[in-house]
């Protein structure tokens, strides 16, 4: 025991015990840093089929804003955020592979 608790997705070393643990592991940091670290995976791919069946926004082509913000029905994504989009999507499947494959090896 006595070993410190180290929370990947907040970046930050706990103080050894379980208690810590547990009241970290519900705290709403933890929470929202847990999402944010998720979905930096699974987003751009389903943002990806999203924003592809929906139309651009004319309001915005035309004026760069618009009053819907990302409530919005129609996308406010240029053909070059997509393209960055497509490429976090090949990154993360890579990153994702490239963890599969050591977890197999070193486990
Ligand atoms: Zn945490
Ligand atoms: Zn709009």
Redo the contacts with the bound molecule.
Sequence with gaps: MGRRYYCDYCDKRLPPGLTHRKTHNKSIQHINNKRVYYLQFKDPIEMLIDERSKRI?N??TQTGS?P??NN?K?S?RSNYDLIQLIEQTKQSSFFFIQQFCFSNIFT
Aim: a positive charge.
């Design positions: 926004c309001k915005w618009c819907f913000g919005c129609y406010h």
